[in-house]
């Protein structure tokens, strides 16, 4: 995240892209980096439009709209593109077209 916060990207927004991180990883169950595939990616992805249930009361009835997920998925991307270049792996990312 350090990249992102040199690249002018606000905490606030850095804060955000962390938590749809850690929702991502946990959903994962902290699988390996290298190991993350462009199906498991799709997978979270049609688990958020159809199973994700915020962690706040009040929000029962909630589904995240397409932006929502879109932003998501810009996280997983930006995530993806860090370890593409420093880790060497491959971007599992870049074959999702965005929600609409």
């Not at 462009?38 to 688990?47: A, C, H, K, M």
């Not at 996280?75 to 593109?81: F, P």
Request: with cysteine; hydrophobic share 40%.
């Amino acid at each position: 995240m350090i990249a992102k916060l040199a690249d002018g990207y606000s905490k606030s927004t850095i804060k955000m892209y962390q938590c749809r991180l850690n929702a991502l990883s946990n959903w994962l169950q902290n699988v390996e980096i290298e190991n993350i595939k462009t199906r498991d990616l799709r997978e979270y992805l049609l688990n958020l439009r159809m199973d994700f249930k915020p962690d706040c009361p009040g929000f029962d009835d909630y589904k995240l709209t397409g932006a929502k997920i879109h932003s998501y998925l810009k996280a997983i991307r930006g995530r993806d593109i860090l370890a593409s270049e420093e880790l060497e792996v491959s971007n599992a990312a870049l074959a999702i077209k965005a929600p609409r």
